[in-house]
């Protein structure tokens, strides 16, 4: 039993690489595309620059290959390749000649678009050859006479027997992606990790100061929890279980000579016991909702939606389960978000959409209100910034008075 569940995870395991690797492939032909026709618009310009008319150019092609860069670096961290930038690279001509990070990013680009732009090309065409040549036998009968059987452009098929043999090229085109495609990402991503990362000269120290904050951040809002944890147990939960305990006390005193008022004692005693259980829950969600568990993100937001104090609708788009503190954070901004919506907005509406794409989770919360929603206001935006700076994320207020106010969180939910 054992080795049949390791089997099984070995498999699953095999296939989630070979997909996420299937994903950065065909996100690496994208923008080696982008390079490519970057790379033959700066060869011209550097052709025109001998004649003396691309010396204009140069600075525009120059903010191009950075703007690039930083896209590239963006898309490897969506996939888990995280690549320290370095300081911003000048554009002047004769400053970027003798600049490294620009040298060593005009190497990238002449990489990328070549090797990357060859196995994101393979990353694109290999599932579409093993869907292309599994289904054959389906097709076969539609193909026209003469027309090759495989993916590859080789042989014919004149009856069933021969085309029900085609897909076991595609057989072999799924293995190829099983074993071969991580490598494949690795080597396509391998020239940025390279050349696009910060030089060991480069000066850290604005990137350890933003980590130190998000750091700071992360535990300001842990410690903010806890005592918001604390203090709903000791208001609440610790004083209604005292006073289960007195009149516990008071009803088994009295239950000898005044029966009726022992049991009138005993019912506020179930009473205060069941309203301390109540609060006991409340704080149990407020940790970790079971809801999410249950139902995941998408049935969790319904269920806030719902019991929402303004008419709420949802647009959820999740493909996957998010990682458990992922979904907390976002259940916690809708929450906190709907709840300021109820007090704050004087909304009659409000909408909330929320997309993960590309290792990225966005959270959008729209609301018709008067707008004018402030953090220093103490609407509970502080506490939603803490909590996703703790994901190394990014939220966007917009909120001009007299409404709409619009409020965004993105944040990485990769596993």
Not at 392 to 403: A, K, Q
């Amino acid at each position: 039993m054992g080795s049949g569940q390791s089997w099984k995870t070995a498999v699953a395991s095999s296939l989630s690489a070979a997909l996420a690797a299937l994903r950065q492939l065909v996100g690496g032909f994208g923008t080696a595309l982008l390079a490519l026709a970057l790379l033959v618009s700066i060869v011209l310009t550097a052709i025109a620059c001998l004649a003396g008319v691309g010396l204009l150019l140069a600075p525009v092609f120059l903010r191009a290959v950075h703007a690039l860069a930083r896209r590239e670096r963006a898309r490897l961290a969506r996939h888990g390749v995280e690549i320290i930038a370095p300081d911003p690279a000048p554009t002047r001509l004769l400053s970027a000649l003798a600049d490294d990070i620009t040298r060593r990013e005009l190497r990238w680009l002449a990489t990328h678009a070549t090797l990357g732009l060859l196995t994101g090309l393979l990353g694109l065409l290999l599932p579409l050859f093993a869907v292309r040549d599994i289904s054959f036998p389906l097709l076969w009968p539609l193909a026209p006479a003469g027309s090759s059987s495989t993916s590859l452009g080789f042989g014919t098929a004149d009856s069933w027997a021969q085309a029900s043999v085609v897909p076991l090229l595609a057989v072999g085109w799924i293995a190829i992606i099983l074993g071969l495609g991580p490598g494949l990402a690795r080597l396509q991503s391998r020239p940025a990790v390279r050349l696009l990362a910060a030089g060991p000269g480069t000066d850290l120290t604005l990137r350890i100061a933003e980590l130190t904050a998000t750091r700071a951040a992360a535990l300001d809002a842990h410690a903010v929890e806890l005592r918001r944890i604390e203090r709903s147990l000791h208001d609440g939960t610790q004083n209604r279980l005292v006073s289960v305990t007195v009149l516990l006390g008071a009803a088994r005193r009295m239950v000898a000579r005044d029966p009726a008022g022992a049991e009138e004692l005993l019912e506020r005693a179930q009473s205060a016991a069941e309203q301390a259980l109540s609060e006991l829950r409340a704080v149990a969600r407020g940790i970790l909702p079971p809801v999410l568990a249950d139902r995941g993100l998408a049935g969790a937001l319904s269920g806030l939606a719902a019991n929402s104090a303004v008419p709420c609708r949802t647009d959820i788009d999740l493909p996957e389960r998010c990682p458990a503190s992922a979904e907390a954070s976002a259940y916690f901004v809708v929450a906190e978000a709907l709840t300021n919506v109820a007090k704050h907005s004087g909304a009659g509406n409000v909408a909330v959409t929320v997309r993960s794409r590309d290792g990225r989770l966005l959270v959008r919360i729209d609301d018709d209100g008067h707008g004018g929603a402030d953090e220093s206001g103490g609407s509970g935006l502080t506490g939603i910034r803490r909590r996703i700076a703790a994901h190394d994320g990014v939220l966007r207020l917009t909120s001009p008075p007299g409404g709409p106010t619009v409020l965004e969180v993105e944040f990485p939910c990769g596993s």
